[in-house]
């Protein structure tokens, strides 16, 4: 089969690679020079839709409306975009080996593909629960969500299933996002997880209070404390039942299940560095070996802020991760250098008419502020953590830009907090003087 050849190819075509691209022209990346090579069918595009906008049942959000760089406010890349730079997007193909010694990529359908240098952006993959060998777990209309062609199968079902019942197995933000989209769409919603409160790795208890009444409000049930070991289908093979570990069963028309993900590293096992389940980059996003970078959930890179090598899965990393691998790949070739990546975390998420923001890291002493009473008309709430005396992480539901961008400092400066009263006294009012 025909050999393709390329300067720079880009492995993998979400988030970060859209991105990527952006940056390849911004700095003068030459007609031809540049490839993405794509599993998925689309141009790249802004996956957190997905979970929200997407799944809508009044004017949801499709494609082309949300290629990136439309999530942070930048210019919406379509296919002819691509085109018109020169970029060669090589789509619904799927790379099933690599071999980094002879910089070969080899498709499923058996075409290979050359780079000089190669930009890993292959994000991660869901976990399954038929992975576990879970009952039934393969059975009609149990639903996980990655890819937009997961989002159409499971909007299919949504139609099929009107003011059907549907069982969410899984309390993080997929689990909160998907219980919210299910309700606005007519369902019976129930949630299932087995820690004490949902989003429990970044969630104090009290914050998840909140939510969880929220939610109750909103007459979605929360079964906490146990997992689903089974499911029990009808004679078509479609999903009926969901059973539970404490012996409880829900009756179920759509499952779906958002147990976490795993970084796509398979493809380079044994040829570069790994560190905490992904490939391990400096802080320029090379990996270990020569003209190879890895970037957005797959890197594992130094948090230069706490000193640490870290992960991150979420989509305001893969954006900035990819821009400054590819400012690094220009700079080394003129002989120059850029600064360090130098990454403040930021995750949000959106449901219902709430929206959050987190900056920093969620570790040490914690203090609430604000109206946290689900049942108030505005609720509005955050919370600090403080650990050796600073505060290095901070949380706020809904808040404007601005004091958004006020927690953002925050945590990026680090103020010394005189005592966790005070600071809970002045709640917002402490980031906003910063
Ligand atoms: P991805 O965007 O996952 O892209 C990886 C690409 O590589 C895919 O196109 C995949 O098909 C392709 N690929 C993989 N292997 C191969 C192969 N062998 N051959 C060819 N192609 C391959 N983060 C937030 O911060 N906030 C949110 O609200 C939020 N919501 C989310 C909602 C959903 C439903 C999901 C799934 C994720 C969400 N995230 C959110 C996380 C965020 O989307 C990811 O962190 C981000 O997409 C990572 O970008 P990436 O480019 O590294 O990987």
Redesign the pocket.
């Known amino acids: 089969m025909a050999e393709k050849s390329f300067k720079y190819v880009i492995?993998?075509?979400?988030?970060?690679?859209g991105y990527a691209a952006r940056e390849f022209v911004n700095q003068g990346v030459k007609f031809g020079e540049l490839a993405i090579?794509?599993?998925?069918a689309v141009a790249p595009y802004e996956?957190?839709a997905?979970?929200k906008a997407y799944l809508f049942p009044e004017s949801p959000a499709r494609l082309p409306g949300f290629h990136t760089c439309v999530g942070s406010g930048g210019e919406r890349l379509l296919p002819e975009w691509y085109a018109e730079k020169g970029i060669s997007l090589i789509l619904g193909?799927?790379?099933?080996k690599a071999d980094i010694g002879s910089k070969t990529l080899i498709s499923a359908a058996g075409e290979i593909f050359k780079y000089h240098i190669l930009v890993i952006?292959?994000?991660?993959t869901v976990i399954r629960l038929t992975d576990f060998g879970v009952q039934g777990a393969d059975s009609k209309n149990i639903f996980y969500?990655?890819?937009v062609d997961d989002a159409d199968k499971l909007v299919e079902a949504i139609k099929a299933k009107k003011n059907g019942k549907a069982v969410i197995v899984g309390g993080g933000?997929?689990g909160l996002e998907l219980s919210a989209v299910m309700k606005i769409n007519n369902l019976d919603v129930s949630m299932v997880y087995p820690e004490p409160w949902c989003m429990p790795r970044l969630f104090t208890a009290a914050i998840a209070a909140f939510y969880e009444g929220y939610y109750a409000n909103k007459g979605i049930q929360i079964i906490k404390g146990t997992v689903a070991v089974g499911f029990n289908a009808d004679a078509d093979g479609e999903v009926k039942e969901v059973k539970l570990k404490d012996g409880r069963v829900l009756e179920a028309d759509i499952v779906v299940v958002g147990v976490g993900g795993r970084p796509?590293t398979v493809?380079f096992k044994g040829q570069v560095e790994e560190e905490k389940g992904g490939i391990k980059t400096d802080s320029f996003f090379r990996t270990s070996v020569p003209d190879v970078y890895a970037?957005?959930?797959?890197a594992t890179f130094p948090m230069k802020i706490y000193n640490e090598m870290r992960r991150v899965?979420?989509?305001?990393h893969?954006r900035k991760s990819a821009e400054h691998a590819v400012k690094a790949i220009f700079a080394s070739e003129a002989g120059n250098s850029v600064d360090d990546y130098d990454y403040l975390p930021y995750?949000?998420?959106r449901s219902f008419n709430l929206s959050w923001q987190f900056y920093g890291d969620n570790v040490g002493d914690t203090v609430l502020f604000g109206d946290n009473n689900p049942a108030s008309e505005n609720p509005k709430f955050g919370s600090y953590w403080i650990k050796d005396g600073k505060v290095v992480g901070a949380f706020l539901e809904s808040g404007t830009p601005e004091e958004n961008k006020a927690i953002a400092r925050v945590a990026r400066v680090q103020p010394p907090a005189e005592s966790l009263d005070q600071l809970a006294k002045e709640g917002l009012t402490f980031a906003c003087k910063i």
Not at 11 to 17: E, I, R, Y
Not at 37 to 40: C, G, P
Not at 121 to 124: E, K, P, R, V
Not at 313 to 316: A, G, L, N, S
Request: glycine share 12%; net charge negative.
């Open positions: 492995l993998g075509g979400g988030v970060a690679a090579i794509s599993k998925e996956r957190p997905l979970s193909t799927e790379i099933v952006a292959t994000g991660s969500l990655r890819e933000y997929i796509l493809l970037v957005g959930d797959v899965e979420h989509v305001d893969s995750f949000y998420s």
